[in-house]
């Protein structure tokens, strides 16, 4: 009977206990990725590695920010497999016009969220003191409300909706993580890393080093097979400080003109720093757009954005470059391809169909006759989601087995289990009766 314990006990340790170091073992893809910062956490060779430039879009969408988001995701700007680029989008509830987020969807954007902002307007957000005393609930409340908006007003499916930017970049005690995992949210996009630190995107199965971390709180529980997706701060050669985001000034040159030069320069050395075969190693450079800044700043910003766009995708020398969208990217993390695969990749295939990005919306009170009448007069041309994969994606996605199978727990648990069923059997047949 006491070895009958013992296997108990060994089983159950086996089971539910884990180790607190992330290495290969424990960790594998697709559900599990290591922080790694400065080198190559695939098994390819770095010259087979693609560069992701992921383009990020944070704020409300109305017809003043679709302009200059129309100029950026111009239908002629292409990958190397021939599809157009996407983005990812951050919405949040104030101001937003939901069919023109529905218009970005049906172009093979990503649509993702951040808080509804019904408690805290962006005004108040940088009061850091008000956002630490939020509590469970009021996170609950946003991330649920947020993602409510996108499902009944934009008319896409939940299952679409895989990730979340916290505003401000104020994590606030790791409080929401918990909801975005019971929510079965794919990814996080919010921790802010030094620029010498090149982070890859990694899941928060297990703690990592937050040395170069800027804003991360100290380490709580884990959270399988959520990732994330690590911002990190801009340079510029000689600068004696950082800057957080690509509109962010305060690293440039004083005594120059801000001119549209200077801003591709920037655009270009912050890339070439994620590209480096001996610094960044091809980690994906993020490049995180306020939707707010960019309706009201439509100018030198844009065009070196453009610019750039333009340089990297036309250049023969970039040819291993993808402007994607997380979620796109997010599936080749999972299932890492080669260079050469890479132009077949189901996540980044396209259709040959390509959406207005009209601004004209409508009001859904109308009438039927109403309707017809702007439809005759050819003023709308895409008022529902073409998106065919809703119906697809309606059936529950099973993700706890998606993280138990990909880390053998399963397999282990289901050895020991026949090992303890096998030992009880000889128990009985040979010492129970003794």
Excluded at 60 to 68: A, E
Excluded at 121 to 126: E, H
Excluded at 386 to 402: C, G, Q, R
């Amino acid at each position: 009977m006491f070895l009958l314990h013992l296997l108990c006990l060994l089983a159950f340790s086996f089971i539910c206990c884990r180790s607190e170091i992330c290495t290969e073992d424990n960790c594998l893809l697709p559900s599990c990725q290591c922080s790694m910062s400065n080198d190559n956490p695939t098994s390819l060779d770095i010259t087979d590695l693609p560069q992701f430039i992921l383009l990020t879009f944070v704020g409300s969408l109305s017809k003043d920010t679709l302009d200059p988001i129309r100029s950026i995701l111009k239908s002629s700007h292409r990958n190397p497999n021939k599809c157009p680029i996407s983005s990812t989008f951050f919405i949040h509830d104030v101001h937003t016009e939901y069919c023109l987020v529905q218009r970005l969807f049906d172009n093979q954007n990503e649509i993702a969220i951040t808080i509804s902002n019904k408690k805290c307007p962006l005004t108040k957000c940088y009061n850091e003191s008000y956002w630490h005393q939020w509590t469970n609930d009021d996170w609950y409340e946003e991330i649920k409300q947020q993602r409510i908006n996108i499902v009944e007003h934009a008319q896409i499916h939940q299952s679409h909706i895989k990730g979340f930017h916290v505003p401000h970049l104020q994590i606030d005690q790791n409080k929401y993580f918990e909801f975005l995992h019971q929510f079965h949210f794919h990814y996080d996009s919010s921790m802010l890393f030094k620029s010498s630190s090149l982070m890859w995107p990694f899941t928060l199965d297990y703690p990592f080093d937050q040395t170069d971390c800027i804003n991360c709180q100290q380490w709580t529980n884990p959270f399988e097979g959520l990732w994330q997706f690590p911002l990190h701060e801009w340079t510029y050669p000689n600068a004696t400080k950082s800057c957080r985001t690509f509109f962010d000034s305060s690293c440039l040159p004083i005594n120059q003109s801000h001119t549209d030069d200077l801003l591709f320069d920037f655009l270009m050395h912050n890339f070439e720093r994620h590209s480096s075969l001996s610094i960044g190693y091809r980690s994906p450079f993020i490049i995180q757009l306020d939707l707010s800044w960019l309706s009201k700043h439509n100018n030198l910003h844009v065009q070196a954005l453009i610019r750039f766009i333009k340089y990297i995708l036309n250049s023969s020398n970039y040819r291993y470059v993808y402007f994607v969208s997380i979620e796109k990217a997010l599936e080749w993390f999972k299932y890492p391809r080669s260079l050469d695969e890479l132009r077949d990749f189901w996540a980044f295939s396209c259709d040959d169909k390509i959406y207005e990005y009209d601004t004209v919306c409508y009001d859904k009170e109308l009438n039927e006759n109403e309707q017809d009448n702007l439809l005759n007069q050819g003023n709308i041309k895409e008022l529902n989601s073409n998106d065919k994969t809703n119906e697809a994606h309606s059936k529950p996605i099973d993700h706890p087995a998606e993280r138990l199978f990909p880390s053998d727990i399963v397999f282990h648990a289901l050895w020991i289990s026949f090992l303890l069923i096998l030992s009880v059997f000889f128990y009985d047949k040979y010492f129970a009766n003794k």
